[in-house]
């Protein structure tokens, strides 16, 4: 018999692509692990069964999020428990391999499994001598393992020769043994991204297709060779998760500015972000500000596009949540906000200042342009428009120049396309258009078959 399935609870944040897990150990207490900086749905289900977290663990130093763990030694009194070998600045119990925790009946087991890091520690769960279930953090994923390159290029293939090892060793945990990652589809971290989001031990063996390579140089040649681009924020984060993020005081909020004191932080160097829905922001915008729709990915973009160094201001549309903009900038350690456009652009036009707009154009009324695909090289191998340029949308503000002009910018759906079009016109570029839909509603107005392949990459 598993692990209670009510007892184990995921909390899987849908724009980053992962997942926390909250163990509620019976007694009023709970254990966290790779929990984020943003601890609202964390507190709500801790709420919810009268659980205060008396133990935060963290797998690994955190590249795509800060981590959550101070935080919860602050508010709950937890105990911090993490890799010695991660050389954290804060209080934490340092573990290394084969340290146990004794948990109060359950027991957590230290297990070192580098790879994604050097430091990086998968933690199985007993329940005296039985499996219940690892967590395996970047380590064994669902159908992959995480990416070995976060570290440098020179340094992937030793990771990957590590995470090779890594994945031997815990499959040799027994098969019924559930496994609990925390990066998974849409992480940027998994290379590449599973649809499930926890598997077993013996599904993995037989699902998984690098723990069907037998031999190390084939599994690093698998792994690195589906390795793409990576949010430059990651770069900055497993410092200050080594560092240990600030504590969060009270909650966060964004200042309602007028639209001179939004003027005056632009002329200081602050940049406008721009949150409303795509189609919002083409209708009427601040000339050169950026295009961030509000959604699960939002923090991605905004780790990928802007410094965490200036100061930023939003634009916003009636009813958004105003926390989530808050919430998704602090958990990737984003808190110069200067706050919120007061009354938006009705403000900022009776104010009398000029708007830009952005053509929006359905797959129809498409024709004659350059078509630019900024999605990552993955979606746009898999199947693009014939004769598709392609420039992804992480790397664009540093080759705007090569952009044709005139084009109609495409990504999925429209939000990347449209955040795209603010670059490319804060860049000086003039007609730009967006494709609001994808690849597939071009080619059927245009009677065009999608083909697949790299095409002309300017990425």
Not at 201 to 207: E, F, L, N, S, T
Request: aromatic letters at 6%; proline letters at 4%; glycine letters at 12%.
């Amino acid at each position: 018999m598993g692990f209670p399935e009510d007892h184990l609870i995921p909390l899987v944040d849908e724009g980053l692509g992962n997942s926390a897990y909250l163990v509620d150990l019976g007694d009023g207490r709970a254990l966290a692990v790779d929990a984020s900086r943003d601890l609202r749905a964390l507190r709500a289900a801790a709420e919810r069964r009268g659980l205060t977290v008396a133990y935060a663990a963290d797998t690994h130093l955190h590249a795509d999020f800060l981590s959550g763990a101070v935080q919860l030694g602050h508010d709950h009194g937890a105990t911090i428990l993490a890799s010695a070998a991660g050389l954290r600045a804060f209080d934490h119990q340092g573990l290394t391999d084969g340290d146990e925790v004794d948990l109060g009946g359950l027991t957590l087991r230290a297990l070192a499994t580098p790879g994604h890091t050097d430091e990086h520690l998968s933690f199985l769960l007993l329940d005296g001598g039985r499996e219940l279930g690892v967590f395996t953090g970047g380590s064994l994923i669902v159908n992959s393992a995480a990416r070995t390159d976060l570290l440098g290029a020179d340094r992937t293939e030793e990771l990957a020769r590590a995470q090779y090892y890594s994945l031997k060793r815990l499959t040799a945990l027994l098969d019924e043994t559930a496994v609990w990652p925390t990066h998974g589809a849409g992480s940027f971290c998994s290379a590449p991204p599973g649809s499930e989001r926890t598997t077993t031990i013996g599904v993995q063996k037989q699902a998984n297709p690098l723990l069907a390579v037998t031999d190390e140089d084939t599994f690093v040649r698998q792994l690195t060779a589906s390795l793409g681009s990576y949010p430059a924020y990651f770069d900055r984060l497993g410092e200050v998760n080594r560092r240990g993020p600030a504590v969060v005081t009270g909650t966060p909020l964004l200042t309602e500015l007028s639209v001179e004191r939004v003027r005056a932080f632009v002329a200081d160097g602050g940049h406008v972000v721009d949150v409303r829905p795509a189609a919002d922001y083409a209708a009427g915008h601040i000339p050169g500000s950026l295009s961030i729709p509000l959604r699960g990915q939002f923090a991605t973009w905004l780790g990928w596009l802007l410094p965490d160094t200036a100061p930023l201001v939003f634009v916003t549309a009636d009813g958004q949540d105003l926390g989530e903009i808050v919430w998704q900038a602090y958990k990737i350690g984003y808190e110069r906000l200067a706050g919120r456009l007061d009354g938006g652009m009705d403000a900022w036009t009776a104010a009398g200042h000029r708007l830009a707009t952005t053509a929006f154009v359905t797959a129809d009324r498409a024709d004659g342009r350059p078509y630019v695909d900024v999605r990552q090289e993955s979606e746009f191998t898999a199947g693009h428009v014939p004769g598709a340029f392609h420039i992804e949308l992480g790397g664009l503000a540093h080759v705007a120049a090569d952009a044709p002009e005139g084009a109609v910018v495409a990504c999925g759906h429209g939000e990347r396309a449209m955040t795209a079009a603010s670059l490319l016109e804060r860049a000086g570029h003039t007609d730009v258009a967006v494709l609001d839909g994808g690849p597939a509603d071009y080619a059927a107005a245009h009677g065009e078959q999608l083909v697949q392949g790299t095409g002309d990459t300017r990425s």
